[in-house]
Every structure is written in structure tokens, then in C-alpha cells.
């Protein structure tokens, strides 16, 4: 005999329980449209009042307690500002009464001058020999005639005694601390000493080779000044003999009449030297004059010939352009004749390849059996 009253799992009936009521509450969300589009969530808009709410009232108790601050600074202002006030009064109590103790007219610096007692009340020209009266003016007290010159003196060793005690511990502190400051350096050196070994390699090779052409150079360099100091000796030596030729032989001893000849130029002449030109400076004129006309004419005909060349150079750069134009108006024509014969292929292939999918392909149409199989799970 079966046993067919074997009871169900009550936990695993509820499971498939609250499976079904989930997947139909899912169904009722997803299937909505008004709800799926605008997707209104009551208990989100719930939450963020909430937050809302929260946050103002959290910004109220914030600005409530920056008004308890202010209120506070404003009273701990308030007292600082008494304090001063009363700081103010006790000090200006405090300087009236230093004056009226201290600073009464006896005391001022000219009242000396206008003591009516002054004669009464007046000292001899040297007291003591600390007498703050007898200065170098006052021809009261002179070098060695003081009497407390022993004290004196030693009072300056003991000065100059404990100087060089504060002395010798400075240099001592300093010392010190130069030698922490040598310690730490020297350690620091040593350290980049180390890291630099390498650099100091490569450096040495690369600065020998650089000592090698500096003396090449320098070599080079050394005999070319050489022969420029024995060339520019040779032609002092010949300036000088030149400058000997020229004085025997100058206008001024010989007397030449060529002398009116100005320094500033061979077109030039001294007034109180010149006594005319002469036969071959006139014929010299007449042959620049006719030198002139001819070198003008050669560049008038070398400026005609170069802008005939010119010309012609323009002419056949011309004809070039047009050959070249009408040579890319051809490929232009080739090009675009070629592309219409392929735009016309393509589109005979895109009709063909319409035309046998809609004859071939896209026969089967959907019925409505096909889209009721959709919107039938949430999943």
C-alpha cells in the first residue's frame, strides 16, 4: 500500500508562496505602463521628505547654536571692550600721576636756565672727578689727574678679565658647534663623494678627450698667432720703409705741382696749391665722361636683355600652368566617370539584393500567436 497523505514541507510551501506573491507583484509593477514610464515610488518620495525634514531641522539647530555663539562672543566682546576702557582709564590715572611726581618743573631739562635760585644753588666747576660737568670743553679735568685712577684700573682688568672669559666660552660654543657642523658635512660629503665616483669615471675619459683637441686647438691657435705677429712685423717693417721712401720722396721736399691734390679725394684740390688742370687731367675727364656714357648703355641693354629673359620665362611658365590644368580638368572628368559607373553598380546590387529578400528571405510573416508568447512572466 502507498502512502499518498505524506504531508507537505510547510517551509517550502511557503517559500513558493511568497515566490508566487513576489512574481505577481513584479507582474503588477512591470506591466503598469503608467507606473513602469513615470515610476512614482510613494515610499522613496516618503523618505526624501523625511531627509528633507531631517535636514532642516538639523540646519535650524545648527543656526540656532551659531546665534548662541554670536550671542556669547558679542557678551565676552562687550566685557573685553569694558576691560579695555577701564585699562585706559587706570593708565592714563597711572601717567598723571608719574607726571605730577615726576615730572614737575624742577625736574625739566631747561630748568636750569630758568631756576630764579640759580646763582644760590650753584656748584664749583669740579666737584669730583665724576663730576658729569667737567667734559672735554670744560678744561676741568685733564688725562691723569683723576683720583680714583687705581679703582679704576682695577675695575677695567676685572672688565676686561671677564670679556675674555665670555670670550673664550663663545668661541668654545662656537667651536663646538663647528665641529658638529664639520662632522655632519664631512659625513654628507663622504656620502655624495661616494655617489659621484661613477660621474668622476665617465667625466675623467670625457675631459681627457676635450684636454686633447683644447691643446690641438690651442696649438693650432698658438702658431697661428705666431705667424700673424711675424706677418704684422713684416708689414710694420715695410710701412716704415715705405713711410722713409715717401718723405724723400713727398710733394713738400720735391716741390711736385702735383701737390694740390686734396687728402680727401683725388677729385679734390687745395686753393692755394692748385695752378690749373693740366692736359692729361682734362683728358682724363673726357675719357670718364665717355666711359660713363658706355657702361650706361651696357646696362641699358643688359637690363633690356634680363627683363626679355624674364619675358619669356613667364610666357613658358604660362603655357606649363595650361598644360597641367588641362591635365587635371582630364584626370578630374576620368575620376568622376569612374565614380558614377561604380555608384551605378552598387545601387543595381543593393536593388537586387532587396529584391531577393523580399522574394526569399522575408516570406514568413508573424502571426499573433507569435507575440502572445511575450508579457507572460516578469522575468
Request: aromatic share 6%; proline share 3%.
Amino acid at each position: 500500500m502507498y502512502k499518498l497523505d505524506i504531508p507537505l514541507d510547510l517551509k517550502e510551501t511557503a517559500a513558493i508562496e511568497r515566490r508566487r506573491r513576489a512574481e505577481k507583484e513584479r507582474q503588477g509593477r512591470i506591466f503598469n505602463a503608467k507606473y513602469r514610464q513615470i515610476g512614482i515610488d510613494k515610499e522613496a518620495l516618503n523618505q526624501q521628505i523625511e531627509d528633507r525634514n531631517w535636514l532642516e531641522e538639523l540646519e535650524q539647530k545648527r543656526a540656532n547654536a551659531l546665534a548662541q555663539d554670536a550671542i556669547r562672543n558679542d557678551k565676552i566682546a562687550q566685557l573685553l571692550e569694558r576691560r579695555q576702557e577701564y585699562d585706559e582709564r587706570e593708565n592714563n590715572r597711572a601717567i598723571n600721576e608719574f607726571r605730577a611726581l615726576h615730572q614737575q618743573p624742577p625736574a625739566q631739562r631747561e630748568w636750569d636756565l630758568n631756576d630764579p635760585d640759580y646763582l644760590k644753588k650753584d656748584m664749583p666747576a669740579r666737584v669730583s672727578d665724576d663730576d658729569p660737568r667737567c667734559g672735554l670743553s670744560s678744561l676741568q679735568k685733564f688725562q691723569g689727574e683723576d683720583l680714583n685712577s687705581c679703582a679704576r684700573k682695577k675695575y677695567q682688568q676685572e672688565q676686561l678679565r671677564e670679556w675674555s672669559r665670555m670670550q673664550q666660552e663663545d668661541q668654545q660654543r662656537a667651536q663646538q658647534q663647528q665641529q658638529a657642523a664639520d662632522h655632519l658635512f664631512y659625513a654628507k660629503q663622504n656620502e655624495l663623494d661616494q655617489r659621484s665616483i661613477e660621474l668622476q669615471q665617465a667625466e675623467e675619459d670625457c675631459r681627457k678627450a676635450i684636454n686633447e683637441s683644447i691643446k690641438n686647438y690651442n696649438d693650432a691657435l698658438y702658431r697661428e698667432t705666431q705667424e700673424r705677429r711675424a706677418l704684422k712685423k713684416r708689414q710694420e717693417e715695410y710701412d716704415n720703409f715705405s713711410e722713409m721712401a715717401n718723405m724723400i720722396t713727398s710733394d713738400l721736399l720735391t716741390e711736385n705741382p702735383d701737390q694740390a691734390i686734396s687728402q680727401f679725394g683725388p677729385h679734390r684740390i687745395v686753393p692755394d696749391r692748385w695752378k690749373g688742370m693740366n692736359e692729361d687731367q682734362i683728358r682724363r675727364i673726357r675719357e670718364e665722361q665717355q666711359h660713363q656714357i658706355e657702361e650706361k648703355k651696357r646696362r641699358n641693354e643688359e637690363e633690356q636683355q634680363h627683363e626679355d629673359e624674364l619675358n619669356r620665362r613667364r610666357i613658358a611658365e604660362a603655357k606649363v600652368g595650361m598644360i597641367v590644368e588641362k591635365n587635371l580638368e582630364r584626370e578630374r572628368r576620368t575620376f568622376e566617370h569612374d565614380l558614377y559607373n561604380d555608384n551605378q553598380r552598387l545601387a543595381n546590387e543593393q536593388r537586387n539584393l532587396k529584391a531577393y529578400l523580399d522574394r526569399v528571405i522575408y516570406t514568413n510573416q508573424p502571426t499573433a500567436a507569435y507575440f502572445m508568447q511575450f508579457n507572460t512572466s516578469s522575468r
